[in-house]
């Protein structure tokens, strides 16, 4: 069974995270090898989740300050925002709390949320430089998202994961709601 119309999933997080590369690898399955910043893009497509097809509607945003009017234009009716910060620059892990949760928060409060830690190729084991699984997890946990997951748009590792875990996310939080409306 379809849904009616698309979830609209909105992919926020700082600039250079791999927002779009999440998304083209995604939808396109190829990775861009230039860095262009975003300052809006939207695509539509369909997923499986759970043996159920689902349309999804998937907006990129901008991450950089400069962008942050427009950028919340795209928050409305959001069903799922995928919070990402690259493993690799730990700035866009703090701004996680500085920033990308009281911004959604502010104009979007019962939206899921996966947390993903963006360029998970690039991580050299044991070095204090990148963003540790076990620092996402703990993250994860306090924002209060719904999952959490690990990515690299380069090799393709967990990227379909994603949007599965974003569509249960809003599935969950569709029936959560319908519930407490009862009462």
Not at 15 to 41: A, Q, R
Not at 56 to 61: E, F, V, Y
Not at 71 to 82: A, D, E, G, Q, W
């Amino acid at each position: 069974m379809s849904s009616p119309e698309p979830y609209k999933i909105v992919v926020v997080g700082d600039g250079n995270t791999g927002k779009t590369c999440l998304l083209m690898s995604y939808i396109k399955n190829e990775f861009p090898i230039d860095y262009v910043p975003t300052i809006f893009d939207n695509f539509t497509t369909q997923t499986v989740v759970d043996n159920n097809e689902h349309k999804i509607s998937l907006w990129d945003t901008a991450g950089q300050e400069v962008y942050e009017n427009l950028r919340t234009l795209c928050y409305p009716n959001t069903k799922c925002f995928i919070l990402c910060y690259a493993i690799n620059i730990r700035q866009s892990y703090a701004n996680i709390i500085n920033i990308w949760i009281p911004e959604i928060r502010h104009y979007s409060n019962n939206a899921a949320i996966v947390l993903v830690g963006t360029k998970s190729d690039l991580r050299v084991k044991n070095s204090s430089k990148f963003v540790t699984t076990a620092e996402g997890k703990r993250l994860c946990s306090k924002v209060n998202a719904d999952s959490f997951i690990e990515s690299s748009a380069k090799i393709k590792h967990n990227i379909s994961e994603i949007f599965v875990e974003a569509v249960r996310a809003i599935k969950k939080q569709d029936r959560t709601l319908h519930c407490s409306d009862k009462y």
